[in-house]
């Protein structure tokens, strides 16, 4: 059955080396409900953990071989993986980085993260090491990391995760977009002080917990009385807002309203203009470039995300 799926994987453009990790790893035995093999080993999401209480999904596994093509996983890297689940993308993976390579698997639930271990070790795999804990904080012990490979829908790339990657290290990770409720996936490489990189494709995963998931919240304490300073007329404020939520980190949400929020100022999005209380260099910034970029939605955009340094957008060729 498992010779089906590498054809499927092989149909789809995906390379040897890969193709051939997924005809290494039963996925059965890291689904703890009971499917027919010939379902198993369709290119198909799979519950693999429901209680009730939590619950855990095996990605699409032509999903899970792309994001791996798209940040040209190989033989002694490296990885972090974000939202290890029962433990069959890590299997997968480190097949592919071998016994050179490392794979670093952190879970938030810590009843899942138990099962991936035992999952784990009844296949002999040792190049795995799974971590119980909030992915927000990444695994600073092994870093740095060439890759960081995330399968839960986050709500930022955290400055973790940035510290913990050298220089041309990859990310591959689907973001919650909080005004559309869409999970595009992004790729991005580091080039300090940024993250430069863009959109891949729509995706729909678990949204993370921990701090990975409650940006929003975690951000409506910066925001502050300041004075108004200017009001600016936008087009499609919608593309420019979904921007700033992916780009800056800073957005928070009070009473139905989004604003951008930092030690100097905040802003205020509504519909068909900004306004701006304090400063806000960055938000003018960005829309300056965006501007000059023809007010294109970010699947049209190279993205420069800052850290200590204002993010950024330029114009994809």
């Known amino acids: 059955m498992r010779e089906r799926l590498f054809w499927i994987l092989k149909n789809y453009g995906v390379k040897d080396r890969i193709a051939k990790a997924f005809l290494e790893v039963p996925r059965e035995s890291f689904l703890m409900k009971r499917y027919p093999l010939s379902y198993v080993y369709e290119d198909v999401v799979l519950v693999s953990y429901d209680d009730g209480e939590v619950f855990s999904t095996s990605s699409q596994p032509s999903l899970m071989a792309m994001f791996m093509e798209w940040v040209e996983l190989s033989e002694g890297m490296k990885v972090l993986e974000v939202g290890g689940g029962t433990g069959y993308n890590a299997a997968v993976m480190s097949k592919v980085v071998g016994d050179s390579g490392l794979i670093v698997s952190i879970e938030y639930s810590e009843k899942i993260c138990k099962i991936a271990e035992e999952n784990l070790k009844k296949l002999g795999i040792e190049n ?40 041309k290290s990859r990310v591959i990770v689907p973001i919650n977009l909080k005004l559309s409720g869409r999970q595009p996936a992004f790729l991005f490489s580091k080039a300090s002080p940024y993250l430069v990189g863009g959109y891949k494709l729509e995706t729909r995963f678990i949204k993370a917990g921990g701090k990975l998931g409650n940006l929003l919240e975690r951000n409506k304490k910066f925001l502050k009385e300041f004075p108004l ?5 936008i087009s499609r404020p919608f593309l420019f807002l979904e921007l700033v939520d992916i780009l800056t980190r800073k957005l928070t949400k009070i009473d139905g309203r989004f604003y951008y929020v930092d030690d100097r100022g905040a802003v205020e999005f509504l519909n068909g203009e900004i306004r701006i209380y304090g400063e806000a260099t960055e938000i003018e910034n960005l829309l300056s470039q965006w501007e000059r970029c023809g007010y294109r939605g970010f699947e049209h955009l190279t993205l420069h995300i800052g850290y200590n340094a204002f993010s950024r957008v330029s114009c994809s060729i």
């Open 128 to 167: 795995v090491i799974v971590i119980c804990g909030d992915g927000y904080y990444g695994v600073p012990d092994f870093a740095p990391y060439d890759v960081v490979f995330v399968t839960v829908g986050v709500d930022e790339i955290p400055d973790t995760w940035f510290e913990q990657m050298h220089e």
């Open 229 to 233: 300073s200017k009001v600016i007329s």
